[in-house]
């Protein structure tokens, strides 16, 4: 039997509030950063992938279609930081398909959570991808010798236009997995 201080201690407890869809998002977006440490080879495809393209289309494309790496480089470089991102991107659907797979949403539906945080924290850990694997393109360009014309503020512009691009492809992506 419970004594009366005991239940008069019980009912001055209050409820913790819910949380916010910006920190269920960040705790989905961990959870898609935790996938790096269970399927290795996204952190492979994340950091290889963009160093052999750059290298690749740098030295065996860049002498024969501009004359010199150096010029073709200045060309190119862009569009290989989308193709990065729009590749990265597919890394959301495969894994929204595998959480639909396994059943994963219906059980998050009985969370006290954000309906769209699962599908937030995708795109939380999307952000983080395009950003890794533009830096590593963007550093070694810099070392080839690209240089943006457009100057800091151009490259934190393109920047911003790959995390949009990455979105989009990102959901279509996640769409057509369901």
């Known amino acids: 039997m419970i004594d009366t201080t005991s239940l008069q201690r019980l009912q001055r407890v ?3 509030r ?11 977006g961990w959870r898609a ?9 996204q952190l492979f495809d994340l950091v290889m992938t963009p ?13 024969a ?24 991107a ?3 659907g495969m894994g ?27 795109m939380v850990g999307d952000i983080l991808r395009h950003l890794i694997a533009a830096s590593i393109i ?3 360009g810099l070392i080839l010798g690209y240089r943006p014309e457009a100057g800091i503020l151009g490259v934190l512009a393109a920047f911003a236009m790959l995390i949009a691009i990455g979105f989009g492809m990102a959901g279509y992506s996640s769409c057509s997995a369901c």
């Open 18 to 28: 819910s949380p916010s869809a910006l920190s269920n998002a960040l705790v989905f």
């Open 138 to 140: 963007l550093a070694i």
């Open 33 to 41: 950063v935790l996938k790096f440490k269970h399927v290795p080879e």
């Open 65 to 88: 279609l501009a004359g010199s790496p150096g010029e073709y480089l200045q060309f190119f470089l862009p569009g290989i930081l989308v193709q990065t991102v729009v590749f990265n």
């Open 96 to 122: 929204l398909s595998t959480d639909l797979g396994k059943g994963l949403f219906d059980r998050f539906r009985s969370l006290p959570i954000w309906s769209l945080s699962p599908f937030a924290g995708l």
């Open 14 to 16: 209050a409820r913790p």
């Open 90 to 92: 597919v890394y959301s």
């Open 51 to 63: 160093i052999m393209f750059t290298l690749l289309f740098t030295f065996v494309f860049g002498g």
